[in-house]
């Protein structure tokens, strides 16, 4: 999926969360590392990804043997907790030279009441080398002591516009064509969730190429950045957008664009690349 694949994986390439990067990044300058960290709020606004780019950012090539990281909607109980966490992991030395081990206790609002209280225990005793990341959509869950030994940081909806933004760069990446009106409708849709706000663009795309490129029209394509107007030649087969641009010149009776169509139509039948002459008709001629 494409959210997974356009997944940050540093701090900096995290959207529209410049406070609570900031205030991560001075966390992780401290001399005594990381406290144990909480971060809450709405699905989809960046809380795993920043909790795996945290442990990018500290351990770096010694992350493989010093972060771990579970789910606790499958992993919720004492046990798990207590032996697991608790009697194993939390107690090993930091290897390879890494200041601490980092464990991420993903969605940790749903672990049970008894074994969050075990955990506040190993989180106390092991504190100096153990640091835990914990998520949670829902923080009201998790019991007081537990919530006091961790610094909070909220996530709230991201804005429509960084999604938007977001989207935008996706596409171009990934040259997809979509008009600017509708990255802002799926951005509007999702609500602040930009996974959602990304599947919305990824469910669109198949759909979305043909419709578009019947609804091109010159003025349509005039008004386009560089960039959009390059992504129409990517949009669909090369022949075809060919031949909807050559209907909309005889519809809209473009006749300055006879010589540069006609000179295009003699390159792409010369050409194993047909779409980069397209992209070029579409950029210094439209
Ligand atoms: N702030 C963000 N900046 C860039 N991408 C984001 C951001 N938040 C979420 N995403 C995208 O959405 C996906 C899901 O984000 P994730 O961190 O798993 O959300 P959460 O854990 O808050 O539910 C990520 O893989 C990434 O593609
Ligand atoms: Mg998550």
């Known amino acids: 999926m494409l959210f997974e694949t356009e997944r940050p994986s540093t701090l900096k390439q995290i959207v529209g969360r410049d406070k609570e990067i900031k205030q991560i990044q001075d966390m992780i300058a401290r001399p005594d590392g990381i406290p144990h960290i909480l ?59 890494a200041p601490y081990k980092i464990i991420l206790l993903d969605e940790a609002d749903n672990i049970t009441a008894d074994a969050q209280m075990c955990l506040r225990r190993i989180m106390e005793l092991n504190g100096r080398t153990t640091k835990f990341i914990l998520t949670a959509n829902y923080p009201f869950k998790l019991v007081t002591p537990l919530l006091s030994r961790c610094v909070q940081i909220q996530f709230d909806a991201i804005d429509t516009k960084t999604i938007a933004n977001h989207l935008k760069r996706i596409a171009i990446k990934h040259k997809m064509v979509f008009t600017d009106q509708q990255l802002i409708q799926f951005a509007k849709m999702a609500n602040g969730d930009m996974r959602l706000a990304i599947n919305n663009l990824e469910g669109n795309v198949s759909s979305s190429s043909s419709e578009f490129i019947d609804k091109l029209t010159i003025a349509s394509i005039n008004s386009m950045e560089r960039d959009e107007k390059i992504n129409i030649a990517f949009s669909a087969d090369p022949d075809y957008i060919f031949g909807k641009l050559w209907e909309i010149v005889q519809k809209e009776k473009a006749w300055d664009k006879l010589v540069p169509l006609a000179d295009c139509n003699h390159k792409m039948n010369n050409a194993v690349h047909k779409t980069l002459f397209l992209a070029n008709l579409l950029e210094s001629h439209f």
Do not use: C, H, Y
Request: glycine share 16%; proline share 2%.
């Open 39 to 97: 971060l809450s709020g709405k699905a989809g606004t960046g809380k795993t990804t920043a909790a795996i780019a945290i442990a990018n950012e500290i351990l770096g090539d010694n992350k493989k043997s010093n972060f771990f990281e579970f789910n606790a909607s499958s992993t919720r109980g004492i046990d798990f907790i207590r032996n697991e966490i608790g009697g194993e992991i939390a107690k090993r030395r930091p290897l390879g030279g």
